[in-house]
């Protein structure tokens, strides 16, 4: 029962690469999630999903690209990576009220 | 910006006392929920409670909402180390809202 589980765990990039995070939820739950946490931050919304295909901004957006072509997965990309987005990257679904995160992607960008 | 507060921001104590953790918010919600966080981990969900409700209680956890004060409170009995971690308040804004919103969270010690 692996749940909710993302890849990579630690990521090191450089200022203006493409860099995808991937995550994978064996539940079939409808609704997935991204955030980013930083200190003074906590978590913020980047992007969410209801359903394959059907996906919509959050919080915090500009930068990202999502994509929802499976159910069980759901791809964060960003574009052309800037040092800001040095953070720690969470996924998560959800079943009724309750949210279910992944362990989080540490990303650094030099 | 971030619907909830936490307060304190951080707490430590000794195993064994009482920890109480409060969260403030600004707009009318449906529920509030509280999150875990162990170091270096995704977030655990704890208990929710409906703005209808106004205490609730899971195993050593109780939490009340206060909805006049749009104020929520956590509090962790007779502590353990294994407690040691951040926790979270977050809100869910309406009956058909989606999203979450977190707090910063406190961060919680228990000293041995």
């Known amino acids: 029962d692996a749940g909710i589980t993302q890849s990579p765990r630690y990521k090191i990039t450089e200022t203006g690469r493409q860099v995808t995070l991937m995550c994978h939820q064996t539940?079939?739950?409808?609704?997935m999630f991204w955030y980013r946490q930083d200190l003074g931050h906590g978590l913020r919304l980047i992007y969410y999903?209801?359903?394959?295909?059907?996906?919509d901004k959050g919080e915090v957006p500009d930068g990202y690209v999502v994509s929802r072509s499976k159910t069980e997965n759901f791809p964060l990309t960003l574009e052309s990576a800037t040092r800001s987005q040095t953070s720690v990257y969470f996924c998560?679904?959800?079943?009724?009220?309750?949210?279910?995160f992944g362990p989080g992607t540490r990303l650094l960008v030099l | 910006s971030q619907q909830g507060e936490e307060d304190p921001q951080a707490l430590s104590i000794q195993e064994g006392e009482n920890a109480t953790m409060n969260c403030s918010y600004k707009?009318?919600?449906?529920?509030l929920q509280w999150y875990r966080q162990n170091s270096g981990r995704g977030l655990v969900h704890l208990i929710l409670?409906?703005?209808?409700?106004r205490e609730k209680h899971s195993g050593r956890l109780r939490v009340t909402l206060d909805t006049s004060k749009k104020s929520s409170s956590l509090l962790i009995t007779a502590s353990r180390a294994a407690d040691t971690a951040s926790y979270f308040c977050?809100?869910?804004?309406?009956?058909?809202?989606?999203?979450?919103?977190f707090g910063q969270g406190t961060r919680l010690t228990i000293n041995p």
């Open positions: 998560a679904s959800r079943r009724g009220q309750t949210q279910y």
């Open positions: 539940w079939s739950h409808s609704y």
């Open positions: 999903s209801a359903a394959a295909d059907i996906t």
């Open positions: 707009t009318s919600i449906n529920n």
């Open positions: 409670i409906r703005s209808n409700e």
């Open positions: 977050a809100t869910v804004r309406g009956p058909g809202a989606q999203k979450l919103v």
